[in-house]
């Protein structure tokens, strides 16, 4: 019998939360933590009652599902921010330093997209009012 996923690795963040603390689709499992999770299964399953090859491609098809899904939400909230192009709004600089102003660019980093506003990046999730 193979042992449960939760209990194999030294990981002790819980399955579908982050250490960054972000919410909504961000907090989904990435598709590393989850490879490394299969391997870790395989790794250590029962030699004797090895996993089943369609357990296994069921849990490859969650994978690409994980990252289509990851694909969706940053296509999204990239589609999100470039609506915000010449509207203004109020939010927080990555220092807590609340800024207002008009959008005029936006851009897509590794965290998500950012807003230029005055000048001054601004994460898409710290935008607290938009008018």
């Keep these: 019998m193979t042992a449960p996923i939760g209990s194999i690795g030294s990981s002790t963040t819980p399955i579908g939360s ?3 603390g972000s919410t909504g689709m961000a907090s ?12 870790d299964e395989i790794k250590y399953q029962d030699p004797l009652s090895p996993t089943s090859s369609s357990a296994f491609m069921a849990q490859l098809a969650q994978l690409s599902q994980v990252e289509q899904l990851n694909t969706v939400s940053s296509s999204m909230q990239l589609s999100e921010a470039a609506s915000l192009i010449g509207k203004s709004v109020t939010g927080t600089d990555a220092n807590g330093k609340s800024v207002s102003g008009v959008v005029t660019g936006v851009t897509n980093g590794a965290n998500g997209p950012t807003l230029e506003v005055n000048g001054i990046s601004m994460g898409l999730s710290s935008i607290t009012k938009i008018s």
């Design 18 to 20: 982050s250490s960054s």
């Design 28 to 39: 989904l499992v990435q598709p590393t933590t989850f490879l490394t999770m299969l391997v």
